[in-house]
């Protein structure tokens, strides 16, 4: 990193000699920033993930500007969770300012004028470079840390987030303290992979479930109809009865009936019972 502060402080002396000396368009820290533009990360879409293995697909948008207008916009926006995180580099008359949103309303920002890194914000926000910083299995240099734990009152949906010169948001750290570190495209593609078999288990299990009470139930029936039949046809004195037979059609009778109590039962349709009469 240190190529990039030497590069900015003689940014930052040509500025001042050029002109009114004291119009600077932007600090020191904040070239380290906009000079990213040459080699920063082209994907649109990245991957965090925490140590139980739950993968969020962070969709990443950044605009350097133009010649005319140097600057840098950078937004991170999670799909399922309250990620949200969008950094400004905005230069400007006096030294312009860095200033990143964390809320659900953009308006909302911590701003850091004319920012010397460390920088800390009147609410208690902090902001510095670290040198390296170790997400995952990666180390990635050159690496912005806002830290917003010493807040006087943290209106962020985290605590901690990390912001790679070169590669956008590479780690978060929640309010709980959870870790979420950027991961390859694979580790999201695995985690799908692994959530389709386990729903397809859990569903084979409920659908096992459902069979079984339903012939349960189906059985239960049909030996109710059974014994129906049977206490139908047997006389109310049965004293000199031994044994009483029952026809083939009869029986074949109450298991179709028992089949269509099955099958209506485990399709879930009550008006398909209305079916299962003899």
Avoid: W
């Avoid at 000699?17 to 906009?34: A, K, Q, R, Y």
């Avoid at 096992?208 to 059974?226: C, K, L, M, R, T």
Wanted: glycine share 4%.
């Amino acid at each position: 990193m240190k190529k990039f502060f030497l590069l900015a402080a003689g940014a930052f002396l040509l500025a001042c000699s050029d002109g009114d000396e004291h119009v600077v368009n932007f600090t020191p820290d904040m070239e380290i920033l906009l000079n990213a533009k040459k080699d920063f990360n082209k994907d649109t879409v990245i991957y965090l993930a925490d140590s139980l293995k739950f993968v969020e697909k962070i969709n990443q948008f950044s605009d350097f500007g133009d010649e005319d207008n140097t600057l840098l916009i950078y937004k991170a926006n999670a799909t399922s969770t309250a990620i949200n995180m969008n950094l400004f580099v905005l230069p400007g008359p006096g030294g312009g300012s860095i200033e990143i949103n964390c809320f659900s309303n953009e308006k909302n920002r911590i701003v850091f004028e004319e920012p010397v890194l460390p920088a800390r914000s009147e609410e208690g926000y902090s902001l510095k470079f670290l040198d390296s910083l170790k997400a995952g299995e990666s180390t990635y240099y050159d690496v912005l840390e806002f830290d917003a734990s010493k807040a006087q009152i943290n209106q962020c949906y985290y605590s901690t987030i990390y912001y790679g010169v070169h590669d956008g948001l590479i780690k978060v750290v929640s309010k709980s303290r959870t870790e979420l570190n950027r991961v390859p495209a694979k580790v999201y593609e695995d985690a799908l992979e692994r959530r389709a078999k386990e729903r397809a288990y859990a569903d084979s299990v409920a659908q096992a479930v459902a069979d079984s009470i339903a012939q349960a139930v189906a059985d239960s029936i049909a030996q109710a109809v059974a014994d129906s039949i049977i206490k139908a046809n047997t006389p109310a004195d049965d004293s000199s009865v031994t044994e009483i037979e029952i026809p083939q059609e009869v029986i074949d009778l109450a298991d179709s009936v028992a089949n269509c109590i099955k099958k209506a039962y485990s399709s879930g349709s009550l008006s398909a019972l209305k079916k299962c009469s003899i």
